[in-house]
């Protein structure tokens, strides 16, 4: 996610904001920017690219203001260019403000300000607000914070937000709207950031604002608001972490912060997709009734845990839409001479959006006619200038080399993918979409009961530190999630575990199973239940260890589980966005138990870029 920081007091602001904006560099961001107020007037410097950049541009540059905001952005509307990097300004060049979160009514109010006659030059949701101010302002003139509670209430979405004023250099104004934003008043100064990491060099004792909290920071004190305005108490925290810790949110490890993180993930992948009927808009992948009629066929590519979502999404997308779905490992599609032609849509899937294997497979299928879907986390990447239209799966950057979080974005942008297809080609009535959005709805809540679950996982993967083997097996969307937890365990335990298909063990792979081998097994699938309630048994029968991730309140899974992980109930093809997660679990903790660091797993790398 971005990060944001803010400096008003008598030192100068600038040497205050690069320091905060590199203790938040952790986070991953693609542009950096500053904006300090002097003189009446705000100067400005953006670049696209690491903080040194920013750095090098701004030598010599002179900035002696005591006043000033900076912004590390990782994009989400808008490629990472020099002009789409915060700070961004009102049309006076007065006005600064940076943005963490996505404004989702953007596109509207944009409209309505150009035709007001406001001239916006980026491509950012972010932008609109610096002139949305503006007008506020005007009309008295008055107070930024009096303006800023008059333009939050035309916002929707999720905004930390913090603005200045050239004409108003004694206050910088925050707000905090399901994306956080902390306080801190030392010795006469006022700082603001979006995280900890950025106020600790500073001071220990900050404010972390409320959600829908304005405030007013000034040298030396902050004022707190609610959205109407009323004033509201602030509550200060000593922090006792090191800047380390205060990095990962108080987690060991990135890999289990990102694990957490995922309710938050799986709300921001639907984010402004689905409007109150429960209808899907997809705006990204606005082709004409004409061209998605005219799909006959669809090829899912992708590598490693992008594999198996699209593994999960093959299922989605066959049942909802009947459309034929082929799937391709990457580095073996373009080998094996595939068909296809324009009427064929190919999907391809990438994190990081840079997979080498996976850019070769979309540019082949381009080559042949095929239209291109990229599903992937990161604006402006590879993936995204190959592809016809590009679904971000928007959870923020994913520091561990282990996809777990963007996994769950992966599998919610591919089933709403799956969803608007079969809406829009008249495969699905609207109210059996709008069913299962509603179920969708529900899985942020539904991540955190399985979250919940942390320290059975933890006590179950401390059994798992000295085997060799583990077996994970599942069937349909299951298969995915099997595969997916013995990819997590050996990429950070090193310890040799295969996904298998269920049905496939009795045709060589239970002649490995003996007494005390680990066998995870993945049954909340309602229509092959009793199918693996009978591989189940067959494994325990051998000797086997059960490790069962089932449906809450199963007695019959209880009874043949060493262990039991039980899983709230969802729709089946959503059931691998809620199984996955004590897999993840289950893989950290063992890691951990080895003694292993498990966000920098050995030989791997979170891009692949070489075939
Ligand atoms: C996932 O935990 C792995 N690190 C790896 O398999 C990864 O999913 C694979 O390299 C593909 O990456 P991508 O999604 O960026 O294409």
Redesign the pocket.
């Given at each position: 996610m971005c990060g944001i920081v803010g400096y008003v007091g008598s030192d100068k602001a600038l040497p205050i904001l690069i320091e905060g904006m590199r203790q938040l560099e952790y986070r991953g961001y693609d542009s950096a920017g500053v904006a300090v107020a002097e003189g009446g007037s705000l100067t400005v410097v953006r670049r696209a690219g690491e903080l040194t950049k920013l750095e090098q541009a701004l030598d010599g540059n002179g900035m002696e203001g005591t006043l000033g905001i900076g912004h590390t952005r990782w994009a989400t509307h808008g490629p990472p260019t020099d002009g789409n990097a915060h700070p961004h300004r009102d049309c006076t060049g007065n006005i600064a403000v940076v943005h963490n979160g996505i404004i989702e009514n953007h596109e509207a109010l944009r409209a309505a300000l150009q035709a007001e006659g406001h001239e916006l030059s980026s491509e950012t949701d972010t932008e609109v607000v610096a002139h949305l101010l503006e007008g506020a302002v005007a009309q008295r003139p008055r107070p930024l914070l009096d303006a800023v509670i008059e333009v939050i209430a035309m916002l929707e979405g999720a905004f930390g937000l913090v603005c200045i004023h050239a004409e108003q250099p004694d206050s910088i104004i925050a707000v905090r709207k399901d994306s956080p934003i902390i306080v801190g008043v030392p010795d006469g100064s006022g700082i603001v950031a979006s995280g900890i990491p950025a106020l600790l060099p500073h001071t220990r004792d900050v404010i972390p604002l409320d959600n829908r909290q304005v405030a007013e920071i000034k040298a030396g004190s902050v004022s707190l608001f609610d959205f109407d305005g009323e004033p509201a108490e602030p509550r200060v925290v000593h922090v006792e972490w090191d800047i380390s810790a205060a990095e990962k949110g108080g987690y060991e490890d990135f890999m289990l912060k990102e694990i957490f993180e995922q309710p938050e993930a799986v709300r921001n992948a639907m984010r402004g997709r689905v409007d109150l009927s429960g209808r899907i808009l997809l705006d990204e992948v606005s082709w004409d009734a004409d061209v998605l009629n005219d799909i006959t066929k669809i090829v899912v590519v992708?590598?490693?845990?992008?594999y198996h979502s699209g593994m999960a999404a093959k299922h989605a997308i066959e049942h909802y839409t009947r459309i034929p779905v082929e799937l391709d490992l990457a580095s073996e599609f373009r080998y094996r001479d595939p068909v296809l032609d324009d009427r064929s849509l190919v999907i391809g899937?990438?994190?990081?959006g840079?997979?080498a294997d996976?850019l070769a497979a979309v540019r082949f299928a381009k080559d042949m006619g095929a239209k291109v879907v990229a599903v992937t986390n990161v604006v402006g990447s590879s993936i995204t200038r190959d592809a016809d239209a590009v679904l971000f799966t928007h959870c923020g950057p994913e520091i561990g080399?282990?996809?777990t979080k963007t996994f769950l974005g992966q599998l919610v942008a591919l089933n709403l993918f799956a969803l608007y297809l079969a809406q829009e080609r008249g495969a699905m009535a609207e109210e059996k979409v709008a069913e299962t959005i509603a179920a969708m709805h529900e899985l942020p809540a539904q991540i955190e009961e399985v979250l919940a679950l942390h320290d059975d996982i933890q006590r179950a993967a401390k059994s798992l530190s000295d085997v060799s083997d583990v077996l994970f097996i599942g069937r349909g969307v299951g298969m995915a999630v099997a595969m997916e937890g013995a990819?997590?365990l050996k990429?950070i335990s090193y310890i040799h575990a295969e996904g298998y298909a269920a049905g496939e063990l009795k045709h060589g792979a239970i002649a490995l199973i003996e007494e005390g081998v680990p066998v995870v097994a993945v049954m909340t699938g309602p229509s092959l239940y009793e199918k693996m309630m009978a591989n189940v048994q067959e494994v325990r029968a051998r000797g086997a260890d059960t490790i069962l991730i089932a449906p809450r309140g199963d007695e019959r899974a209880k009874a043949l589980a060493t262990e039991l992980f039980e899983i709230p109930l969802t729709k089946p093809l959503l059931t691998p966005i809620l199984d996955t997660i004590p897999l993840q679990l289950l893989a950290y903790y063992a890691a951990k138990e080895r003694g292993l660091s498990p966000d920098k797993p050995r030989n791997?790398a979170k891009?692949?870029t070489v075939e």
């Open positions: 992708a590598c490693g845990t992008s899937i990438a994190q990081s840079e997979t996976t080399v282990a996809a990819l997590k990429e791997l891009s692949v």
